[in-house]
């Protein structure tokens, strides 16, 4: 049975979807960059990809935990990143909610029929793939069974919310960061071993600062 603590951080964060997002510019202030730079490359380029990821969440305990994984090794420039579910609009796909979750049945194996979507975050434009990605935030009852695409997926894990709200959590990592060009030293999230950076952490900036506002 879900927990009161829970069940209360779901119903505030439903009602904090519905009004304006925090957005990406704390994180970017953080990076060193101007929310400016991204809007210019977001203009330069004409036809976008247009994607989406799941950020999926379900209780567990007093808090909730979200899905995240980790790309394969691979030629490409998101290869080894940590990501949350998702990928390109294909045709077929109604939506870009569709998008979401059918990548993430594909990539770990949770049915979409059994996610409850409750709102979307800010979309994110990410310029060494031309993606700009819709993040959908779904609800599950229930912990998942996960059942990964060892093609897409080279491992999945979890972190609480109370890991996330953790100032101890939020940290900086030097990497290449090509809408600038150079190597820099850029803000990001230490869960269970691994580094997020990037535009999943953007992300899951923007859900952090949704649920300070509840706390």
């Not at 997002?21 to 490359?41: C, K, N, V, Y």
């Not at 979409?112 to 700009?132: D, F, H, K, Q, W």
């Not at 999943?200 to 952090?208: C, H, K």
């Amino acid at each position: 049975m879900m927990s009161s603590a829970a069940s209360d951080l779901i119903a505030g964060l439903r009602e904090a979807l519905k009004g304006p997002l925090p957005g990406h510019e704390g994180f970017l202030q953080l990076s060193g960059w101007r929310t400016a730079a991204i809007d210019e490359a977001r203009k330069q380029d004409k036809s976008p990809r247009e994607s989406a990821v799941l950020v999926l969440l379900h209780p567990a305990a007093d808090t909730l935990r979200t899905t995240l994984i980790v790309r394969p090794q691979y030629d490409g420039v998101h290869s080894g990143q940590v990501a949350f579910p998702g990928g390109r609009w294909e045709v077929g796909d109604v939506d870009l909610r569709s998008t979401a979750l059918r990548e993430a049945e594909e990539e770990i194996g949770v049915q979409g029929a059994s996610v409850e979507v409750i709102g979307t975050l800010s979309t994110v434009y990410i310029p060494p793939s031309r993606s700009l990605v819709s993040p959908y935030v779904g609800l599950l009852p229930a912990s998942p069974v996960y059942t990964p695409d060892v093609r897409e997926v080279a491992e999945v894990f979890e972190t609480s919310i109370s890991d996330l709200l953790d100032p101890t959590s939020l940290s900086r990592t030097q990497r290449y960061v090509q809408i600038v060009g150079v190597d820099a030293s850029v803000p990001c999230f230490k869960l269970h071993g691994r580094e997020v950076w990037g535009a999943t952490a953007m992300m899951l900036w923007e859900l952090r600062e949704l649920l300070l506002r509840l706390t």
